[in-house]
């Protein structure tokens, strides 16, 4: 075979000497160490998806070696000619030449690993040389945790290369390897620890590259050297890529060593000792965690690059002024958006594409640039709160009838596909913040998020990958029929976040009010007008809860502020850091666009064992070079319920509201006249007032002044945030000893509004007024006016009539300690929802009607007309 067209030399780089190899026919039949798995020898295992042929490719890696995969004239891979003797003829001959090629071809692609290894370890000692200085690029335990184990690794691989090349040097029947491989096989501990580390080496990889500007280009610009035959084949390639190789290297591994069996004889002292290796390797391979091993998220292109999927989730899109939800897929360079077929029981689901755009074409344009947003199909916010009202109460009967029927009733499953609908249609409607996808060559599309986080999270993905000399791609049909097709397997987010897709045995989350304090930010590298919003998850998405105050012009903000935040069923706290723009040039078009800038994110987990301790619990959230030291403590709702009255009656708050205006001689507290005042003068065109919570320590400092009567009084309100002095006057509500419509009325209320004819429901609703003591009836009159006015600036201030009813029904209308204890509630779902929609429906009712005079209203018990 010496000097034949199908002879090619590799030169061993390790040790300069020259290994002389037949090449033979690479036919998809014999071998294929893709990555999607190993290939079987039956006709249709040679099969991909769309049924084509797949292509022979060795590794997918661009320092492919040449000698494994020629070129045809266009560049595209054609296997190498078949010498002639590996044409039909002895099986003997055959079998050995066979294994011979796929010896020589792993050796190859292991060349081709060990150069990967070695490009990885390069940074690693100067790295370590400057962790020392007084200058350092990273610390030791970073380097550490990102190079963990890659030196053990190319060691012993380094080793398997040299001890296996002379073998294949010196090829003939007699020649043994098993013990080799069975060797590399036995030494799996190394991979199981590095596979153990991977997921932290990636995240501290990704979180130093965001600190360090030197260690981004150091990560993004790793050179790779390509086969000593192969003249100026260095390639780049980025840590995160190359620290995926070992995974991907005991995969290759494996299937290797099967095609060495099916081409050794069972009677050859190679056969058992290549048993034993591929057993150890499948064993190590089934123990790997597949959240932790990212194969599952690559598909091989026509072209044998990998097409790597970096994120996905559900979105809604706007098409056509209608919200349709999506599962939307971003690749390594392309964006595409499906949908989930319509498919019949028992048949596997599918999803369908509704469009796709190159990376190559995608750009965010700035605010000025962008076009308004279209109309857009939105439910009134009562349909909203409605709607999580409903939810609430299916949970808290799913759970009794499981108690009733041990679980196995069909009421059960019917009430699941009732909330699933409910908790779909929820999800749909609630986003409200824009992202756009600006399309350079053809349509632009939006989508509506709830939460800044999430917007942040997918602008930050795609930048990141449009930070890559991206190629512009077009799919063929059976191409785009293809990625769509892997789409179902390759997703991580499998069911929108519906309570009705969660195992029973899911955390239902914490319901009641978590108190958080935001101490300070830590690690600004220079001054900037800084503040932070909390957001916590309830129903499926997360909302916004609490802004802190600006801080300006400092790299140390220091806000100390608490909030008090009410949780319905959530599992997890986000803090994100804005800095303020006060550039009126850039200021939005669109309602809800966000301008200012996200200085980093982050988030905690709810943990119940942690947070419902009696003790504040502090903690760190580090984000993009930034620390923000916060505390945060729990109280459930059924504590929260529980009203103290105060034991100095010389104050107002937790004192009886008759007490207060009896002396006072006022008709309605001063405090609640002060507040309302205040609000209407500078707050009633403020985003989500009595909604967005107060500053906790300037609540207290407010609710102190007026315990004390305090002269200065007046100042410290003009000078106070907004949101605080509507917090207060929510704060002296909760903290009566008993609702303002009283614990004797609240049976009567729920009662009454839960009547149908409209004259009956008028008649008794005014009954029930008139049976208010004057002080509570007065101060409620009072409390309802304002709260229209505050209604008539709804286009401004984004509090409806129903917003309003939401956030003041639950503690204007309670009911009493031994209501709910005879209500027996246990969960606290139940606690949740048990009256709450009554509760809200109350204080609706009440907003909606024509104004009530309570001199009219005392005079004429018959004022009100009955008729329908």
Not at 177 to 193: M, N
């Amino acid at each position: 075979m010496e000097g034949s067209a199908s002879t090619n030399i590799f030169e061993d780089r390790f040790t300069g000497t020259r290994l002389l190899t037949g090449v033979g026919f690479f036919s998809i039949s014999d071998f294929n160490y893709n990555t999607d798995g190993y290939e079987g020898d039956t006709a249709e295992d040679r099969k991909s998806q769309d049924g084509s042929e797949t292509m022979p490719f060795i590794d997918e890696s661009p320092t492919m070696s040449p000698h494994l995969c020629a070129r045809g004239q266009d560049g595209e891979a054609v296997s190498p000619t078949p010498p002639d003797g590996l044409l039909p003829g002895g099986d003997m001959e055959k079998g050995l030449e066979m294994k011979k090629l796929v010896l020589s071809g792993f050796l190859a692609s292991e060349e081709i690993y060990i150069n990967q290894l070695e490009a990885l370890l390069l940074p690693m000692k100067p790295l370590k040389a400057t962790a020392t200085t007084s200058k350092p690029v990273l610390t030791m335990e970073q380097i550490d945790t990102i190079f963990f184990m890659i030196q053990d690794i190319f060691e012993i691989h380094k080793e398997f290369y040299d001890a296996l090349f002379p073998n294949i040097q010196q090829w003939d029947e007699k020649v043994t390897v098993g013990h080799l491989f069975q060797k590399l096989a036995s030494q799996l501990g190394v991979y199981k620890a590095f596979v153990d580390n991977y997921k932290v080496a990636v995240e501290t990889a990704e979180k130093c590259s965001q600190a360090n500007s030197q260690f981004q280009k150091i990560s993004e610009n790793l050179k790779v050297k390509g086969p000593k035959e192969s003249k100026d084949c260095t390639t780049t390639a980025t840590m995160e890529a190359l620290l995926y190789k070992p995974i991907d290297r005991v995969t290759r591994s494996t299937l290797v060593l099967h095609d060495l069996l099916k081409h050794t004889p069972k009677d050859h002292p190679d056969f058992p000792l290549l048993q034993d290796a591929l057993r150890i390797s499948q064993n190590f391979l089934s123990s790997i965690n597949e959240e932790i091993d990212p194969r599952r998220t690559a598909v091989t292109t026509p072209k044998g690059e990998a097409r790597q999927l970096v994120k996905d989730g559900f979105l809604v899109e706007v098409s056509e002024g209608t919200r349709k939800l999506r599962h939307v897929f971003l690749f390594t360079d392309l964006l595409l958006c499906a949908k989930m077929k319509k498919t019949a029981v028992g048949r596997h689901q599918q999803y369908e594409c509704k469009w796709y755009i190159p990376l190559a074409d995608v750009s965010f344009q700035t605010l000025d640039d962008s076009d308004s947003l279209p109309h857009v199909q939105t439910l009134p916010e009562h349909e909203i709160e409605e709607m999580k009202i409903k939810i609430s109460s299916i949970k808290s009967e799913i759970q009794k009838e499981k108690k009733a029927q041990k679980g196995q009733s069909r009421n059960v499953d019917r009430l699941r596909k009732k909330m699933n609908e409910q908790e779909s249609c929820l999800l749909l409607h609630s986003p409200t913040i824009p992202f756009r996808i600006h399309n350079k060559h053809g349509k632009n599309h939006l989508f509506l998020l709830s939460s800044d986080y999430e917007r942040s999270e997918w602008r930050e993905s795609i930048q990141k990958l449009l930070k890559k000399d991206l190629q512009p791609c077009v799919l063929s049909s059976v191409e785009l029929q293809v990625l769509t097709g892997s789409c179902f397997k390759l997703r991580t987010v499998h069911n929108i976040p519906v309570t009705s897709n969660k195992d029973d045995e899911e955390s239902p989350g914490l319901y009641g009010f978590l108190h958080v304090i935001v101490h300070k930010a830590m690690g600004l590298k220079e001054c900037a007008n800084m503040y932070c919003t909390l957001e916590v998850d309830s129903f499926g998405y997360f909302v916004s809860k609490a802004k802190t105050r600006v801080f300006r012009d400092t790299t140390e903000p220091q806000w100390n502020e608490e909030f008090e935040i009410e949780l319905e069923g959530s599992q997890c706290l986000r803090i994100l850091c804005y800095e303020k723009c006060y550039d009126k040039s850039k200021l939005n078009k669109d309602d809800n666009e966000i301008v200012d800038k996200i200085m980093g994110k982050g988030q905690v987990q709810l943990d119940p064992q942690t947070v419902q301790s009696k003790n504040w619990h502090m903690d760190v959230i580090e984000m993009n070079g930034i620390k923000v030291e916060f505390s945060m403590k729990f109280t459930s709702r059924d504590l929260s319920l529980k009203r103290t009255p105060s034991k100095k009656q010389s104050g107002v708050f937790g004192v009886k509201i008759s007490v207060v205006t009896k002396r006072e001689r006022s008709k309605v507290p001063y405090i609640v006249r002060q507040c309302i005042e205040e609000v209407e003068k500078r707050g009633i065109d403020e985003v989500g007032i009595y909604r967005i919570s107060g500053v906790a320590t300037d609540i207290q400092a407010l609710k102190a002044a007026f315990d004390a009567n305090t002269k200065d009084i007046l100042m410290m309100l003009s000078d106070m945030d907004i949101n605080a002095i509507a917090g207060t006057l929510k704060l002296y509500f909760r903290e009566l000893p008993e609702p303002l419509l009283t614990d004797r009325l609240y049976p009567a209320f729920m009662e009454g509004i839960a009547l149908s004819d409209p004259a009956a429901k008028e008649n008794c609703m005014m009954h029930l007024l008139r049976s208010l003591p004057d002080p509570n009836l007065i101060t409620f009159l009072t409390l309802l006016e304002h709260l229209k006015r505050v209604a008539e600036k709804e286009p401004v201030n984004k509090m409806s009539l129903h917003n309003l009813a939401t956030v003041f029904g639950p503690t204007l209308l309670r009911p009493s300690e031994s209501e709910s204890s005879k209500a027996h509630i246990t969960l606290a779902s139940d606690i949740w929802s048990h009256d709450v929609m009554a509760q809200v429906q109350v204080l609706l009712y009440y907003l909606q009607h024509p104004p009530i005079s309570f001199a009219e209203l005392k005079k004429n018990t018959l004022y009100f007309s009955t008729d329908v």
